[in-house]
């Protein structure tokens, strides 16, 4: 089936959501944990943690329009802190639970059983049952005037992984983590990984390396 614009604007407002989330195919799973002025630890579900850098570590993540409550845009401009987490298989059904509209008051940690786990480093709380977790300090905030949504840009100050994941050269083996992806806005996935390639040059056979 192709589809267009005017095609677009006449879908059912749900159905464009789910079509539209579900276009641009797997994401990553992460809870993205922040602290209120009030103590509150939050937790959100993001699919939108983006690499943008090495040196300096760099990662975005997106937030929808703050026309509405966004606590964890509020509490990230307040603290300047944060912490992202990825989710996994043994926790990825509570993970989703925590994008239910739980009360200011209320933590999502409690709420959906999952742990607080804390740093010297970071005010913010990470998720004790994720595997791959970083700590992360708000260095810009970068409105889209096309729709109101921001670019929260972070850089890694500290990261957790499991040991037996990380490769000698460096590379982490996402799926040694059993960390699940994630397509439209609530279909979950684990991955079978193909291979490893050589770095491409021209002209040159690529090679496996894994």
Avoid: W
């Avoid at 193909?194 to 090679?207: D, I, M, V």
Wanted: glycine share 6%.
């Amino acid at each position: 089936m192709q589809f267009n614009t005017q095609q677009f604007q006449h879908m059912d407002q749900r159905f464009r959501a789910n079509f539209m989330n579900s276009l641009s195919g797997f994401k990553s799973a992460n809870l993205v944990g922040s602290i209120s002025n009030g103590g509150i630890h939050n937790l959100a579900m993001f699919s939108s943690a983006v690499h943008i850098g090495s040196d300096p570590a760099l990662v975005t993540l997106v937030s929808r329009p703050d026309s509405v409550n966004r606590d964890t845009l509020s509490n990230i401009k307040q603290n300047n802190s944060y912490t992202i987490n990825q989710v996994n298989t043994a926790i990825y059904q509570r993970a989703h639970q925590c994008a239910a509209r739980y009360q200011p008051i209320e933590s999502e940690f409690s709420a959906v059983g999952l742990t607080p786990e804390f740093s010297a480093n970071i005010a913010a709380p990470y998720v004790l049952e994720s595997h791959i977790k970083m700590g992360l300090e708000l260095r810009e905030i970068i409105p889209i005037k096309l729709n109101g949504c921001v670019f929260i840009i972070g850089e890694i100050i500290e990261a957790q992984v499991i040991e037996a994941a990380i490769g000698i050269d460096g590379n982490i083996n996402i799926e040694a983590t059993e960390a699940v992806a994630i397509s439209g806005l609530d279909r979950y996935h684990t991955t079978n990984a193909l291979s490893r390639l050589s770095y491409a040059k021209p002209h040159t056979p690529l090679r496996e390396i894994d």
